[in-house]
C-alpha cells in the first residue's frame, strides 16, 4: 500500500513537471528553434499597385431639373364677337405673325368705312375754308374788306382742322378695333388644345389657345449652396456648360447655364439655376423631369487614383504607397473630388506606387508582394512543367 501510494506521486510530480516545460518554450517541437518560429510568422501581404494619373478632371454638379418653356401664351380675343374661321390645328407648329382665328368683324368694317369717310369730309371742308381765307387776305390787302372779317376766316380754318385731326384719331382707332378682329401668333412655337370653333361667342375672359416656345427651351434645376461660388466663379470665367439627359435611350443634350436665383433657400439650402438648350429637334418637351450636369470647376492637372485605394478611418484618409524596399507606407491624403471609380486628391506627387487591391492585409512598414510578379512566376512554372512532361 505504502509503495502504491509513493508511485502516484511520483506520477503526479513527472506530470508537473511537463506542463511547466511546454509553459516555459512555447509550445516548440524538440527539434525547434529558430526555423519554427519562422515557420508561424504572417508572410507577405499580395498587393496591386497602380501609378496615379494626372488630368484635368471636370468637378460635376448633378441634380433634378423640370423643363420648362422660357414664354407661354394664352390666347384671348381683345372685343366681344364670333368666330368666323379658325385657321390652325392643335399641335401645329406656327410662326410669328401667323393668322390664327377670324372674329366677325362686318361691324368694325363698317365704323371704320364711316370714321374714314367722315375724315374726307373735314378735309374737303378745310381745304375750302382755306381758299376762302387766301380770297380774304387778298381783298383785305385791297381795302375791300375790314380785318375782323379775315380773322373770322382764319379761326374756321383753325377750328376745321382741330376737326380734321380729331376725326383722324377716331379713324384710326376704328382701325385698331378692326385688327382684333384678326389673331395672329404673338410668337413662334407650338400650338396647345382649342376650345372655340367657327360660330363660338367670345369674349375678353374666353381662351382660345397656348402657344409655347419650344426653341430655345430651358431647364430649371436646384444645387446645393455649396456650390454657389465655384458656380458664380465659373459665370465669370465664361460660359458655363450643362448637360440634360431626358432619357435613357436618348442622348445627352448641350446648353448653358442662363440664370442663378438672387436668393438661397433658407430651409432647403439650395439655390434655383436655369440652364438654355437648343431643341429644335424637341428632344426636351415642358413639364417633362431630366436628369442634369452642371462643370462648376476644372481641376487642372489634378493627381487622379482609384477610389478603391483610398483608406478612410477615425483617424483620418490615407493611402498605402509602395518603396523601393517592397515595404508599404502610409500616406495622409484629402479627396479633393471623387466621381465613379476614381477620385482627385491632394498630397502625393503623382509619381507613387499606390497599392489597391489586398490593401486590408498591409500593415504600415510590413513587405507586401506584388500579384502580378506571382502571376508571372507562376505561368513560369506551368511552362517549364509542360516542358518537362513532354
Known amino acids: 500500500m505504502k509503495s502504491k501510494t509513493i508511485g502516484i506521486i511520483a506520477g503526479i510530480v513527472v506530470a508537473v513537471?511537463?506542463?511547466?516545460?511546454?509553459?516555459?518554450?512555447?509550445?516548440?517541437?524538440?527539434?525547434?528553434?529558430?526555423?519554427?518560429?519562422?515557420?508561424?510568422?504572417?508572410?507577405?501581404?499580395?498587393?496591386?499597385?497602380?501609378?496615379?494619373?494626372?488630368?484635368?478632371?471636370?468637378?460635376?454638379?448633378?441634380?433634378?431639373?423640370?423643363?420648362?418653356?422660357?414664354?407661354?401664351v394664352d390666347l384671348h380675343p381683345q372685343t366681344t364677337a364670333t368666330i368666323r374661321q379658325v385657321h390652325i390645328k392643335e399641335g401645329q407648329f406656327v410662326k410669328q405673325g401667323e393668322l390664327m382665328f377670324s372674329l366677325d368683324d362686318r361691324a368694325d368694317r363698317a365704323n371704320l368705312d364711316k370714321a374714314q369717310a367722315q375724315v374726307e369730309r373735314d378735309r374737303a371742308s378745310l381745304a375750302d375754308l382755306e381758299r376762302q381765307l387766301k380770297r380774304s387776305q387778298d381783298l383785305f390787302a385791297q381795302h375791300f374788306i375790314a380785318q375782323s372779317a379775315v380773322d373770322t376766316l382764319r379761326a374756321q380754318v383753325d377750328q376745321a382742322r382741330a376737326t380734321l385731326q380729331s376725326d383722324i384719331a377716331a379713324a384710326r382707332a376704328n382701325s385698331v378695333a378692326t385688327s382684333y378682329t384678326a389673331i395672329r401668333a404673338p410668337m413662334s412655337g407650338r400650338v396647345g388644345g382649342i376650345g372655340v370653333?367657327?360660330?363660338?361667342?367670345?369674349?375678353?375672359?374666353?381662351?382660345?389657345?397656348?402657344?409655347?416656345?419650344?426653341?430655345?427651351?430651358?431647364?430649371?434645376?436646384?444645387?446645393?449652396?455649396?456650390?454657389?461660388?465655384?458656380?458664380?466663379?465659373?459665370?465669370?470665367?465664361?460660359?458655363?456648360?450643362?448637360?440634360?439627359?431626358?432619357?435613357?435611350?436618348?442622348?445627352?443634350?448641350?446648353?448653358?447655364?442662363?440664370?442663378?436665383?438672387n436668393t438661397v433657400d433658407p430651409q432647403a439650402g439650395t439655390i434655383k439655376v436655369k440652364a438654355e438648350?437648343?431643341?429644335?429637334?424637341?428632344?426636351?418637351?415642358?413639364?417633362?423631369?431630366?436628369?442634369?450636369?452642371?462643370?462648376?470647376?476644372?481641376?487642372?492637372?489634378?493627381?487622379?487614383?482609384?477610389?478603391?485605394?483610398?483608406?478612410?478611418?477615425?483617424?483620418?484618409?490615407?493611402?498605402?504607397?509602395?518603396?523601393?524596399?517592397?515595404?508599404?507606407?502610409?500616406?495622409p491624403v484629402q479627396r479633393v473630388y471623387g466621381a465613379?471609380?476614381?477620385?482627385?486628391?491632394?498630397?502625393?506627387?503623382?509619381?507613387?506606387?499606390?497599392?489597391?487591391?489586398?490593401?486590408?492585409?498591409?500593415?504600415?512598414?510590413?513587405?507586401?508582394?506584388?500579384?502580378?510578379?506571382?502571376?508571372?512566376?507562376?505561368?513560369?512554372?506551368?511552362?517549364?512543367?509542360?516542358?518537362?512532361?513532354?
Do not use: C
Request: net charge neutral.
Open 17 to 72: 513537471g511537463a506542463g511547466t516545460w511546454i509553459l516555459n518554450h512555447g509550445g516548440e517541437s524538440p527539434a525547434g528553434g529558430a526555423g519554427a518560429k519562422d515557420k508561424g510568422a504572417q508572410p507577405p501581404a499580395v498587393v496591386n499597385v497602380v501609378t496615379p494619373q494626372r488630368q484635368d478632371v471636370a468637378v460635376v454638379q448633378q441634380a433634378n431639373g423640370t423643363v420648362t418653356p422660357i414664354r407661354t
Open 197 to 261: 370653333y367657327p360660330g363660338s361667342l367670345v369674349q375678353p375672359a374666353t381662351s382660345l389657345t397656348t402657344i409655347t416656345q419650344l426653341d430655345p427651351i430651358t431647364v430649371a434645376f436646384t444645387l446645393p449652396e455649396a456650390s454657389l461660388p465655384a458656380l458664380l466663379a465659373a459665370q465669370k470665367r465664361g460660359k458655363v456648360d450643362v448637360e440634360a439627359l431626358p432619357g435613357a435611350d436618348l442622348a445627352p443634350v448641350k446648353g448653358q447655364l442662363s440664370f442663378v436665383d
Open 277 to 331: 438648350f437648343d431643341n429644335r429637334e424637341t428632344t426636351l418637351w415642358p413639364g417633362q423631369y431630366v436628369n442634369t450636369k452642371v462643370v462648376v470647376q476644372t481641376l487642372k492637372d489634378a493627381v487622379v487614383i482609384p477610389q478603391n485605394a483610398i483608406i478612410t478611418n477615425a483617424q483620418g484618409t490615407f493611402v498605402y504607397v509602395l518603396e523601393n524596399d517592397r515595404s508599404a507606407r502610409l500616406v
Open 340 to 390: 465613379g471609380l476614381d477620385a482627385a486628391v491632394s498630397g502625393l506627387a503623382g509619381t507613387e506606387q499606390v497599392i489597391t487591391d489586398g490593401k486590408q492585409n498591409v500593415r504600415p512598414g510590413a513587405k507586401v508582394r506584388l500579384a502580378s510578379e506571382l502571376n508571372k512566376g507562376s505561368d513560369n512554372g506551368k511552362a517549364v512543367h509542360v516542358a518537362d512532361k513532354g
